[in-house]
């Protein structure tokens, strides 16, 4: 069961899943027995360690959401997790704000665990996002890369 | 760029992010040049569409995907009419 959602305005993670446990519940009828989640948020500071007002998230409008629900559905597969929900803001994003909120349902620990690691790391490589980061004096210049995991 | 009346030979070039601004546009019809020795211009190749629309670099940065279609694809798969074409600069989500 998957739920992909791109967000053009803040989220709260704790709210987003606390909305996922009750379509879960709808759907399977109870909550997984192992959930893991991932919460990505802005830095205070940029790739130059200078302070940043704000991340800009660039998408492809269409590819992106399709290439997360599939990104979603292999790893899913793979792990054989019950449940998938991410949320990935576009837009301008402040520091502190979460960015991304990946969840991941599944009978056992171990899988949950797995699947969610793995499809974090697909996000980052393999879904059409791009970073700009915003500095105070105006400035502002597109990330090339991932951070270190 | 030149952009022509047949839509039988055109494409959809799109940009994102940095690639976008570093050429100053987002998206253009383009008319695939015919290919030598070949009358029908479909099965241009993205890295010739690269060269033809002049991004730089001339040759693309190894961090650089295409996409056909809102799918990842080859720099050397065959284009169709009508197809969307996208380079993709180096991914950074999540």
């Given at each position: 069961?998957?739920?992909?959602?791109?967000?053009?305005?803040?989220?709260?993670?704790?709210?987003?899943?606390?909305?996922?446990?009750q379509?879960?519940?709808?759907?399977?009828g109870?909550l997984p027995?192992?959930e893991?989640h991932?919460v990505?948020?802005?830095?205070?500071?940029?790739?130059n360690d200078?302070?940043?007002t704000?991340?800009e998230?660039e998408?492809?409008?269409?590819?992106?959401?399709?290439?997360?629900?599939?990104?979603?559905?292999?790893?899913?597969?793979?792990?054989g997790?019950?449940?998938?929900?991410v949320?990935?803001r576009?837009g301008?994003?402040l520091?502190?704000d979460?960015?991304?909120l990946?969840?991941?349902?599944?009978?056992?620990?171990?899988p949950?665990?797995?699947?969610c690691q793995?499809?974090?790391?697909?996000?980052?490589?393999?879904?059409?996002?791009?970073k700009r980061?915003?500095h105070?004096?105006?400035?502002s210049a597109?990330?090339?890369?991932?951070t270190?995991? | 760029?030149?952009?022509?009346?047949?839509p039988?030979?055109?494409?959809?070039?799109?940009?994102f992010?940095?690639?976008?601004?570093?050429?100053?546009?987002?998206?253009?019809?383009?008319?695939?040049?015919?290919a030598?020795?070949?009358?029908?211009?479909?099965?241009?190749?993205?890295?010739?569409?690269?060269r033809?629309?002049g991004?730089?670099?001339?040759?693309?940065?190894?961090?650089?995907?295409?996409a056909?279609?809102?799918?990842?694809?080859?720099?050397?798969?065959?284009?169709?009419?009508?197809?969307?074409l996208?380079?993709?600069?180096?991914?950074?989500g999540?």
């Open positions: 069961m998957l739920a992909i959602q791109l967000e053009a305005e803040p989220f709260e993670p704790l709210q987003a899943l606390a909305e996922w446990y379509l879960l519940a709808a759907e399977l109870m027995a192992a893991s991932f990505g948020r802005v830095r205070p500071s940029g790739a200078s302070p940043l704000a991340l998230l998408h492809y409008p269409g590819m992106s959401e399709a290439c997360i629900a599939s990104l979603a559905a292999a790893a899913a597969d793979r792990h997790a019950t449940a998938v929900l949320r990935h576009i301008l994003v520091p502190g979460a960015i991304v990946v969840a991941i349902g599944a009978d056992r620990r171990g949950a665990q797995r699947c793995e499809l974090l790391e697909a996000l980052k490589h393999d879904a059409p996002f791009w980061e915003w105070a004096d105006g400035s597109w990330i090339t890369g991932n270190a995991l | 760029m030149a952009v022509s009346a047949d039988a030979s055109q494409v959809q070039v799109r940009l992010a940095g690639l976008r601004e570093a050429m100053g546009w987002s998206e253009q019809l383009v008319e695939l040049a015919p030598a020795g070949r009358a029908n211009p479909a099965g241009a190749t993205p890295h010739q569409l690269w033809q629309l991004l730089q670099p001339a040759h693309p940065p190894a961090g650089v995907r295409v056909i279609n809102q799918q990842f694809a080859s720099w050397d798969a065959s284009l169709a009419a009508g197809d969307e996208a380079f993709l600069p180096p991914i950074s999540g």
